[in-house]
């Protein structure tokens, strides 16, 4: 037995030997292609954009292979965990419908071959691959907090080690034997540290899929593997993870570029083959000051995934932008394909952006809307109450208690060649359609309207107000219902027929366009709508003539 062999031996008396869990996991049998990625978040706090823009490409490249989506909960840092992140992101994915094949929830078994997915319950599994560096060299113990004199130099190494600077090699990575047993002999605890090969002066090579070929600075330190509690920082941990699951390609953000040189030596040390390596850019911003900026927690409410719930954006629309900024292929494939479902659009690591995208709402907006106007007045109905249920309460009854009205109303103009694209979110429903919901609508006061301030506006919006109370009733037939708005227009001096309107515009009030501005401005509140007939037809009679007299009223 060597010196390395019996110093693991002592270190890690009744560890498995790692051939126990390379045998308990063995090598997946796919076929040449098939991804197996995986999405590892950390409860630290809510689910960010740029992590769901991540496990959206992970998961994308898994299901457009027919591979395997693994998701694994990485909670080795008990200082940063918030108790609520986990449950979080579960129903994140859950709402967004991103199931993975392989995963385990808190106080759960695991679901699939490969776990447990929680790293908390792996730490024999670390152990074991630490005691077999430790063997083979190429890992060592160290004592310094332990050791009179040092707790100063071991704090001032682990600041450094988490600032990423550098600092000399470990005094005890040439401990003996006889020197590591009389430390553990009195009890004292160790952490475990690679045996670091390099200088600071190599250059080492890896190939990003995104990026293409990366040249960095090889590691020069002695970093650490294993904690003195025992538990192993992510640089360790996922190693282990994703070679035992099996993982072929791990997607992560770019942010990690600079420590893959490290990575890269602990994957050699094992002997392991190497990753494919897939760093997604960061979605960034641009505020107000014009400097862009990565996207912040702390600054920008939509960073936060619930808030695209809270909001009501439609999934489909979260996930047809997210596409747009990951491939620059979507938008003509989308033009292309107006109507399949954006599942049909399969991209692969060579079709992902290398450049970090900017996050821009008002084009969200317009994917949303497109995506709502393509939707039925039934399905537009159970979205927005689902939505309403949980962000709305009031507005939920007031749907539930009039679906057929409601559904009337959201049909309106939906079902032409070109329908309205004016929603992009369920939560602008009600203000929306709040003339047609009369518990929103709001016809108490001129400042409620879009009225020009302007006496003679008002003199011809009463004017005709007036006169269409007297002629108006319930229409079943849109042209008859438009042709007795011409003969009141012509009554009143406006022109019907816009050729002669052109020619000769001082001759008349105004068009027959004019009349029926004033008149939706009576019934809606505003200048433009969806069709007036139909939005009559829907109010009913009486509640037509009712905003009629009202707005009339209020013109004396």
Known sequence: M????????????????????????PRRNLEE????????????????????????????????????????????????????????????MDKFGIFPDEYQEKGYEPVGDY???????????????????????????????????????LKNREEKFAENDEFEYDACRNLSFSEVKKHLDNGEKFAIRLKTNGTGKERVKFLDLIKGEIEAQANAKDVILMKQDGIPPYLFAHI???????????????????????????IDALGLKHFKYCHNPLICKIPENGNKRKLSKRYDPEADM???????????????????????????????????????FKFGTGDITAVSPLLDMVKLNDISKNIVARYTAEQVYDFALAWAKEYNVNF?????????????VLAIDRYNPKPRKDIAMWSEIPEYYAYMFKPYFKCYA??????????NFKLKLKEVLLSYIGVYKDYKDKQVWFDEIKQMSEKLGYATNNKEYKQNPEAFKGNVADVCMFIRLAITGRKNSPDLFEICSILGECEVISRLKNLAELLK
């Open 2 to 25: 060597t010196e390395f062999e019996k110093i693991a031996d002592a270190l890690y008396p009744k560890v498995k030997d790692i051939s126990f869990w390379e045998e308990k996991f």
């Open 240 to 266: 282990i993870d994703d070679y035992l699951m099996g993982t072929t390609t791990i997607v992560r953000g770019e942010e990690y570029i600079s420590s893959t040189p490290v990575h890269i030596e602990v």
């Open 306 to 344: 619930r808030y695209y719930f809270e909001k009501g954006y439609p999934k489909d629309a979260v996930f047809e932008y997210l596409l747009n900024l990951i491939s620059s292929s979507f938008e003509p494939w989308r033009a292309k394909n107006p109507d399949l479902d954006w599942r049909e």
């Open 446 to 455: 001129l400042e409620n309207f879009e009225i020009e301030d302007d006496e």
């Open 115 to 153: 776990g447990p997915y929680i790293q908390s319950l792996r730490k024999d599994i670390y152990a074991s691959y630490a005691k077999f560096l430790v063997a083979k060299g190429k890992a060592f113990p160290c004592f310094c907090k332990a050791t009179e004199g040092k707790e100063e130099i």
């Open 33 to 92: 292609g098939r991804e197996v990625t995986r999405y590892a978040p950390s409860p630290t706090g809510f689910m960010h954009l740029g992590n769901f823009f991540q496990m959206f490409i992970s998961y994308s490249l898994a299901k457009n292979s027919s591979g395997i989506f693994i998701k694994r909960l990485e909670d080795t840092d008990a200082k940063r965990e918030n108790k609520d992140a986990f449950a979080v992101i579960k129903e994140i």
């Open 396 to 408: 939920a009854k007031y749907l539930e208690e009039n679906e057929c009205y409601a559904k009337r």
